[in-house]
């Protein structure tokens, strides 16, 4: 059965999910954690600089706002609670619905980590997650990414090892989703960024716009 692959920060939520699941989490469990977010800025400055790595960014990041062992247990319950909070583009509910009744298998492709992006995935009914995965020691979740980040080629990649079947559509906001496009029958560029949205007029791609009205559940 063919699929249709989604990004999901910015193409299906309405705001980018990384910072804000941090903050949730540390509001959740440790507050005095969300002190360290302008540490976590600082390092966001040397990753624009090239001092540091997308990957390694997250992974401190992560350490700052999570701290180095968060239970199992508390991690799912907090992403299950965070999943729905998330604010939702009505565009990509519909379009999830029409390729749903048209027989394709959906599959939620992002770079967020996996412990969240699944709950999210459940609240939309995807029963395939690639995503930035994460390391656990035993029940406690280590601020330590396994295997690539999922970004860019690295997602494209992720995409073609775990989903076999023809991609029929798929759906980003990000010209990093330029490999992941490649390897779609329909790319359909979604309120897209300035540098995708060049990108889908010369290669003449869809251009659609999913924001109106953002729905919360």
Not at 75 to 80: G, I, L, N
Not at 178 to 184: G, V
Request: positive net charge; charged residues 15%; hydrophobic residues 55%.
């Amino acid at each position: 059965m063919p699929a249709a692959v989604y990004d999901m920060d910015l193409t299906i939520t309405a705001a980018p999910t990384f910072t804000r699941w941090l903050v949730f989490w540390a509001r959740r469990h440790a507050p005095w954690r969300l002190a360290l977010l302008p540490v976590a800025a600082g390092v966001g400055i040397a990753y624009r600089l090239g001092l540091v790595t997308r990957a390694r960014l997250k992974e401190i990041a992560q350490a700052l706002l999570m701290g180095p062992g968060a239970e199992r247990g508390a991690v799912a319950a907090a992403a299950t609670a965070f999943a729905a909070r998330v604010v939702l583009h009505p565009g990509a509910i519909v379009q999830l619905a029409t390729d749903r009744a048209a027989g394709l298998d959906l599959v939620l492709a992002t770079a967020s980590f996996d412990f969240y992006a699944a709950a999210i995935a459940a609240r939309l009914g995807i029963a395939t997650v690639v995503a930035t995965r994460s390391i656990w020691a035993g029940d406690r979740l280590l601020a330590r990414i396994a295997g690539e980040n999922c970004y860019g080629a690295a997602k494209a990649a992720m995409v073609t090892a775990r989903v076999s079947t023809p991609i029929a559509a798929a759906y980003s906001d990000h010209v990093s989703d330029a490999a992941l496009f490649a390897l779609a029958a329909a790319p359909v560029a979604v309120n897209p960024s300035r540098g995708l949205r060049r990108l889908a007029r010369a290669r003449g791609w869809r251009v659609v716009d999913w924001r109106s009205t953002p729905l919360a559940h």
